[in-house]
């Protein structure tokens, strides 16, 4: 069965850093690009960054450019998200999923960003 | 970047109604759009691709359609099992844009 599963989320400090892991299972990892997408609480869906399969190719949505690094180890079937300089606006559910259409979706972790 | 106008943002039904729900693309994404259903507490589930492909095992009732840059999804008989939230996505280009979301509420 093809899953996803994301770890890593939390309570952190403004300022503060955080990487989140999506472990892939029940597919071939690296033929797919893999994306990040965030839901603050009551809101609707956000996209933040997107990598291509071999992992040479990253996207970022403007409100994350230059904070997040989106990367990926294909040998373990892993996507990261290496989160700095975090604000209460990044406070949300963050799911990974493979790309495109988004078709596959992990459960989400949670990153709540408050001092 | 493109910007997908989602409309409406809520609505109430009932079980056996004809339910529309429509997304503008602000320039041509051609036919890649996919349409998302979210539950409480739940992950989105795809419904739709390339705008009018249903995913495997969704239900024939859900549909969509593609005139020029709008998009429709239509649910021709609502079933208790379909109130949610309705997202739509391009994913033609980067950054990838949802829809503002319409929920879809018991009348």
């Known amino acids: 069965e093809e899953e996803l599963l994301e770890s890593g989320g939390g309570l952190i400090q403004p300022g503060g850093s955080l990487r989140l892991s999506c472990t892939a299972s029940g597919f071939t990892f690296r033929d797919y690009t893999m994306t990040w997408v965030r839901q603050a609480p009551g809101k609707g869906l956000a996209w933040v960054s997107s990598i291509n399969g071999g992992g040479h190719n990253s996207y970022y949505s403007d409100s994350v450019n230059g904070r997040f690094t989106i990367s990926r180890d294909n040998s373990k079937n892993i996507l990261f998200l290496h989160m700095t300089n975090l604000r209460a606006d990044d406070t949300a559910l963050y799911y990974c999923?493979?790309?495109?259409?988004?078709?596959?979706w992990g459960p989400g972790t949670m990153v709540t960003v408050s001092s | 970047d493109v910007q997908m106008t989602q409309s409406p943002s809520s609505l109430s039904a009932s079980i056996g109604d004809r339910v529309t729900i429509t997304c503008r693309a602000s320039e041509n994404i051609n036919i890649w759009l996919a349409w998302y259903q979210q539950k409480a507490g739940k992950a989105p589930k795809v419904l739709m691709y390339?705008?009018?492909r249903l995913e495997s095992g969704v239900p024939s009732r859900f549909s969509g359609s593609r005139s020029g840059t709008e998009f429709t999804l239509t649910i021709t008989s609502l079933q208790p099992d379909d109130f949610a939230t309705y997202y739509c996505l391009q994913y033609d280009s980067y950054p990838r844009t949802f829809g503002q979301g319409t929920k879809v509420e018991i009348k």
């Open positions: 999923a493979r790309d495109a259409p988004l078709d596959i």
């Open positions: 390339k705008g009018s």
